[in-house]
């Protein structure tokens, strides 16, 4: 049997450090990326008819969302437009989580951070608007 210490006494075997990455190997996928596959099975990611019906239905709401603002027949349909614009701008950020081998719990997740953050922006217009009346009214003689 061979010494492993090799000629001169020294074990080179210790200076193999075997945690180093590798320089050329590529990162592995993360969530979104189409060659994503969740690790656990309790994460199953979706499906691709999920993901695709996710981001078919917010396109088909922002399209026809923009057809309400240019119809001419009422302003009713107009004001529902101009609305749900606003939410299909919002939405229209959940696509890049709907992608198929994603876990639907990252989409659930993003939308509830969304909807969060419309419901602050719309709270701190409602706030301004309300001190701007005080300020007005103060200012009355």
């Avoid at 090799?6 to 990326?33: L, Q, V, W």
């Avoid at 027949?73 to 701008?89: E, I, K, R, Y």
């Avoid at 950020?93 to 876990?103: E, M, R, S, T, Y």
Wanted: charged share 15%; net charge neutral; with cysteine.
């Amino acid at each position: 049997m061979s010494d492993p210490a090799g000629p001169g006494g020294i074990d080179r075997r210790a200076d193999i450090d075997h945690f180093s990455p590798d320089p050329y190997a590529e990162p592995a996928p993360t969530a979104g990326h189409p060659n994503y596959m969740a690790r656990d099975a309790g994460a199953a990611g979706m499906s691709k008819r999920t993901a695709n019906a996710i981001e078919f239905g917010i396109i088909a709401f922002c399209l026809a969302s923009l057809a309400f603002i240019v119809q001419p027949f009422s302003q009713d349909l107009f004001t529902v437009g101009a609305a749900a614009v606003v939410l299909g701008a919002l939405a229209f950020n959940l696509i890049p989580f709907a992608k198929p081998g994603a876990p639907l719990k990252g989409v659930i997740k993003a939308a509830i951070i969304i909807a969060i953050i419309l419901v602050v922006a719309v709270a701190l217009a409602l706030l301004v608007s309300w001190l701007y009346t005080l300020y007005l009214q103060a200012s009355r003689p």
